[in-house]
């Protein structure tokens, strides 16, 4: 985010909160400020790291103004209820993707187009441009306050077989996220989707309930799911990108100097947030392989671009039209 925009942000995110005050002032009277943080993952991944690193960085800034309460491992909720907590405020901050945030922000579907981005920086540019101020101006409507935008990697199709051809997949089970985008999506090659929230798709396919689902491979292994879908096809068709957002109901008590300390560290988790994905996703490889998994390339490729980009034409007139999408793919 340039500092102009950050600075537009913080702006727009104080709520009609009143006069400044510093945070070591408000310090000086009363307990810490307890910040509830919801993660889905344990503490030793990315998804929990990242809070650390924001509360180390908030600390050093405004020393005991916040205590942060870390919960991992999905104590408080899978995706949708933990957004939910956020929007209510009994939880203050989170991680999510934006296909569990879309319920809320329907224009966050266009970062779910399959085979829209091609690689990390295509992502992280996209983010840093104009889809990325339209996004956090949306969701702060709908009582998300979202500093910076996180990349938790491409998705890959898992199962319990090899699926390298789109004809491997029709009529076959999937789990898929909580979206109409990625319900579309499946239907498209011929799959019957079933939403299943991430909490619950170990026991799903384990019991048949479901066959395949994709996920990125640090969720692939943190979830241990290479215990029940040991094949995996990277087909890298999504880039899972999401949102480090805050509880706006949280947000509005806080004075201009409290949210700039937490806009800046929750930036600079984010950058570092996507560092550490990098290095998950390679320990999430070994730690898959030493479980039994088996990765596999798509053969193919362009049927399975072809078919994917299908959903592009169903899903443009709800997203700005198949000018903005093409403008997106094609952009440098």
């Known amino acids: 985010m340039t500092i102009p925009s950050r600075r537009r942000f913080v702006r727009a995110a104080a709520l009609g909160a009143g006069a400044v005050l510093s945070g070591h002032a408000r310090h000086a009277v009363g307990a810490p400020t307890t910040i509830t943080v919801a993660s889905l ?39 949708k209820e933990v957004a939910e907590g956020s929007r209510l405020g009994s939880i203050q901050a989170s991680l999510g993707t934006m296909s569990a945030l879309s319920t809320w922000v329907r224009d966050a579907q266009i970062l779910d187009l399959p085979f829209l981005f091609r690689d990390r920086e295509h992502v992280r540019r996209t983010l840093d441009g104009p889809l990325g101020t339209e996004l956090r101006q949306a969701f702060l409507t709908q009582a998300f306050v979202v500093p910076a935008f996180i990349n938790y990697g491409a998705r890959h199709l898992l199962g319990k077989m090899a699926m390298t051809a789109p004809a491997d997949v029709r009529g076959r089970r999937i789990r898929v996220i909580q979206s109409p985008l990625h319900v579309a999506l499946w239907k498209a090659f011929g799959a019957h989707p079933t939403p299943i929230p991430i909490t619950e798709t170990y026991n799903a396919l384990k019991t048949g309930v479901v066959d395949m689902m994709d996920l990125t491979w640090g969720a692939y292994a943190g979830f241990r799911l290479y215990e029940v879908v040991p094949w995996v096809t990277e087909t890298g068709h999504i880039w899972a990108c999401g949102a480090l957002y805050w509880s706006a109901s949280f947000w509005a008590r806080l004075a201009p100097a409290e949210r700039r300390v937490l806009t800046d560290a929750s930036i600079s988790g984010a950058r570092q947030f996507d560092r550490m994905i990098v290095e998950d996703e390679a320990r999430a490889r070994e730690q898959a392989a030493a479980g039994g998994a088996r990765v596999v390339a798509p053969i193919d490729r362009p049927a399975w671009v072809a078919t994917a980009r299908s959903v592009w034409a169903e899903a443009a007139p709800a997203l700005g039209g198949m000018p903005r999408i093409e403008a997106i793919a094609t952009a440098a």
């Open 41 to 79: 993952l344990a503490a030793d991944k990315a998804e929990t790291r990242v809070w650390f690193h924001i509360r180390d960085e908030v600390e050093t800034m405004l020393p005991g103004r916040f205590e942060f309460r870390i919960v991992p491992n999905a104590a408080l909720g899978g995706e």
